[in-house]
């Protein structure tokens, strides 16, 4: 391990127990509570930190990784940053493969934490960068023995993570039971473990996994899609679209709309995969009168996306402007939003 490396009991023993947070959502003129899981405060500011974590002992345990072994891996954003964080703190070279997409945030942090940023350029045959990017870490592989990829989108320790950890902190809040618990997907892998902890001990709580239109991770035709950090242009190989009790599919408008909305009356800042749920959520609620307690998983905050969803500039240049700018009033109702008004609990 490189000189003056952190110790590897002290970054493992801060990532989960992160908070949840109670607000009150006004639906159809009633105040229902959500309660706002922040994984935001995880050491690498998102929920990734958890997959990160277990990808890599994953490979560990395995006898894949180990001094001399570099990690690579292909990540649009928050994966990257997590894995920076739990590679430097481990020891081990860590190469990203990214897209033009990736926000500077992410790229930064990634930066800061010794990563080397590998950028693909040219799109894939699909139009997105995954592909891409997955044939740029086969090169890299396959150039380079001590190389290894922790896959996660395939790796089972990625819905494990959140089976064992993720899962079983949503219950352990002490708020009681959630009737509803709303995930986004990616890879699917937090969706795919915190539905199967879920219907294991609380068969009576639906685990909604919440898309935005163009996805196709849990099905539905592909599109435009301006969000990062929720979705995919291939499905999930960890949670079908039978997997959650539902899916939800929600335009990337709504999903603005909801985390401006927060920001603005809480300033609780979130990223758009949870503005998603947060959205989902509300529809939700407004369909089923008796539901009392409802959980949204926040996989990131607004840290990562002030200069693109919190920024009026890039809005307007993604064609969001008509509805998500100017008065909350006028633009949550032309994003079709489900909830008009939000506040601290
Ligand atoms: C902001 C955000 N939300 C949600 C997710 C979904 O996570 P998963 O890949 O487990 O489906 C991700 C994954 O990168 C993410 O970055």
Same mark, same amino acid.
């Given at each position: 391990?490189? =000189?003056?490396?952190?110790?590897?009991?002290?970054?493992?023993?801060?990532?989960?127990?992160?908070?949840?947070?109670?607000?009150?959502?006004?639906?159809?003129? $009633?105040?229902?509570?959500?309660?706002?899981?922040? =994984?935001?405060?995880?050491?690498?500011?998102?929920?990734?930190?958890? &997959?990160?974590?277990?990808?890599?002992?994953?490979?560990?345990?395995?006898?894949?990784?180990?001094?001399?072994?570099?990690? @690579?891996?292909?990540?649009?954003?928050?994966?990257?940053?997590?894995?920076?964080?739990?590679?430097?703190?481990?020891?081990?070279?860590?190469?990203?493969?990214?897209?033009? *997409?990736?926000?500077?945030?992410?790229?930064?942090?990634?930066?800061?934490?010794?990563?080397?940023?590998? *950028?693909?350029?040219?799109?894939?045959?699909?139009?997105?960068?995954?592909?891409?990017?997955?044939? *740029?870490?086969?090169?890299?592989?396959?150039?380079?023995? &001590?190389?290894?990829?922790?896959?996660?989108?395939?790796?089972?320790?990625?819905?494990?993570?959140?089976?064992?950890?993720?899962?079983?902190?949503?219950? $352990?809040?002490?708020?009681?039971?959630?009737?509803?618990?709303?995930?986004?997907?990616?890879?699917? /892998?937090?969706?795919?473990? @915190?539905?199967?902890?879920?219907?294991?001990?609380?068969?009576?709580? $639906?685990?909604?996994?919440?898309? @935005? $239109?163009?996805?196709?991770?849990?099905? /539905?035709?592909?599109?435009?899609?301006?969000?990062?950090?929720?979705?995919?242009?291939?499905?999930?190989?960890?949670?079908?679209?039978?997997?959650?009790?539902?899916?939800?599919?929600?335009?990337?408008?709504?999903?603005?709309?909801?985390?401006?909305?927060?920001? =603005?009356? &809480?300033?609780?800042?979130?990223?758009?995969?949870?503005?998603?749920?947060?959205?989902?959520?509300?529809?939700?609620?407004?369909?089923?009168?008796?539901?009392?307690?409802?959980?949204?998983?926040?996989?990131?905050?607004?840290?990562?996306? =002030?200069?693109?969803?919190?920024?009026?500039?890039?809005?307007?240049?993604?064609?969001?402007? &008509?509805?998500?700018?100017?008065?909350?009033?006028?633009?949550?109702?032309?994003?079709?939003?489900?909830?008009?008004?939000?506040?601290?609990?």
């Amino acid at each position: 391990m490189p =000189e003056g490396t952190p110790a590897r009991a002290k970054d493992v023993s801060r990532i989960g127990r992160t908070p949840l947070l109670p607000v009150r959502l006004r639906v159809a003129g $009633r105040w229902r509570e959500v309660g706002l899981k922040l =994984e935001q405060f995880n050491p690498g500011g998102s929920v990734k930190d958890r &997959t990160a974590y277990a990808l890599v002992e994953d490979l560990e345990d395995r006898g894949l990784l180990g001094p001399g072994r570099t990690v @690579v891996e292909s990540t649009s954003g928050n994966l990257g940053a997590a894995l920076a964080y739990v590679c430097r703190s481990r020891g081990y070279p860590f190469v990203a493969v990214v897209d033009p *997409r990736a926000s500077r945030r992410n790229l930064d942090e990634m930066a800061a934490l010794a990563a080397t940023l590998e *950028r693909v350029d040219a799109p894939d045959a699909h139009g997105g960068y995954l592909r891409a990017r997955i044939r *740029r870490v086969r090169e890299l592989l396959a150039s380079d023995p &001590t190389c290894v990829w922790p896959d996660q989108y395939r790796n089972p320790a990625n819905p494990r993570v959140h089976r064992e950890q993720t899962g079983p902190e949503i219950l $352990r809040h002490g708020s009681g039971r959630p009737d509803a618990v709303f995930v986004a997907v990616s890879t699917g /892998g937090t969706l795919a473990g @915190v539905a199967q902890y879920l219907r294991m001990v609380a068969p009576g709580c $639906r685990v909604v996994g919440v898309d @935005v $239109r163009g996805s196709v991770v849990l099905g /539905g035709p592909p599109g435009r899609r301006r969000l990062t950090g929720i979705g995919a242009g291939r499905p999930s190989d960890f949670a079908r679209p039978g997997d959650g009790d539902q899916v939800r599919h929600l335009s990337d408008a709504e999903a603005v709309a909801a985390c401006r909305l927060l920001r =603005e009356r &809480t300033g609780v800042g979130v990223g758009g995969s949870s503005g998603a749920v947060l959205a989902a959520a509300a529809r939700y609620l407004t369909e089923r009168p008796e539901v009392e307690r409802v959980v949204c998983l926040c996989a990131d905050g607004a840290d990562r996306y =002030e200069d693109t969803l919190y920024s009026g500039a890039w809005l307007r240049e993604h064609g969001f402007a &008509t509805g998500t700018t100017g008065a909350a009033a006028a633009r949550t109702a032309a994003a079709g939003l489900a909830f008009d008004a939000v506040a601290l609990a």
